[in-house]
């Protein structure tokens, strides 16, 4: 997968993984994560998949509609390419927080949904439940903090607490932020987002 890996100041620090969103490349995110961590080494990952030649990390049928055989499989392919990533750049795998934004931050969720230990933490900016009706691994304990809007025409309230009591459920400690900027990434949302990373790491 074309990516980007940053060797950070602190090994100890979480590797950020960091997940664009739709027409996004694998330069989008380099801002906040670096202000979310600072010291991290850093990979961050380009989606496979193109819509009308913008990237993404899986198909959709409609906006919203996710194409649930191409989510599994590309999620199948996102860990084993951090796997490998890890082999390559000799970073902790287990150390691992994802950071990711729309549909990025629908396939995090997805790797949660779908791999037991597949990352430590995660930052989801603006997602939506990848999947529905499945079994969620043990996360038990595992810190994720959700950024939503409380007016974001594509990823609904319901939609954010739908994943959130999911998540609960199935052990995470979600913490939820909310604004009103719709589906933006905004400069406050960035910031809580680094709070919340600097308290749980």
């Known amino acids: 997968m074309k990516h980007i890996f940053k060797q950070g100041s602190n090994e100890e620090a979480p590797v950020l993984l960091l997940l664009h969103g739709t027409g996004g490349t694998e330069e989008d995110l380099l801002g906040l994560g670096e202000m979310i961590s600072p ?3 850093i990979l961050s990952v380009r989606g496979n998949v ?3 030649g913008m990237p993404r990390f899986f198909r959709r049928l409609a906006e919203g509609v996710f194409d649930e055989e191409d989510l599994i499989f590309r999620t199948k392919e996102l860990y084993e390419f951090v796997d490998s990533a890890s082999q390559q750049y000799r970073f902790n795998r287990s150390e691992v927080v994802a950071v990711g ?3 990025g931050a629908n396939i995090a ?3 949660l949904f779908h791999y037991k230990n597949s990352l430590k933490g995660a930052i989801l900016h603006h997602p939506m439940v990848p999947r529905r009706g499945m079994e969620i ?5 595992l810190p994720v903090f959700i950024g ?4 974001d025409p594509i990823c609904t309230p ?3 607490e739908d994943l959130s009591t999911l998540l609960i459920n199935a052990g995470a400690a979600v913490e939820l932020h909310w604004e ?3 589906h933006q990434l905004t400069q406050t949302e960035a910031v809580s987002a680094a709070a919340w990373f600097e308290k749980n790491f």
Do not use: C, I, K, M
Request: net charge negative; aromatic share 8%.
């Open 109 to 111: 969720s997805s790797l």
């Open 148 to 151: 939503a809007g409380a007016n």
């Open 158 to 160: 319901q939609e954010t």
């Open 50 to 52: 193109l819509e009308n």
């Open 180 to 182: 009103r900027f719709g």
């Open 39 to 41: 010291d991290s080494s």
């Open 101 to 103: 934004y729309s549909n």
């Open 137 to 141: 691994p043990d996360l038990n304990g």
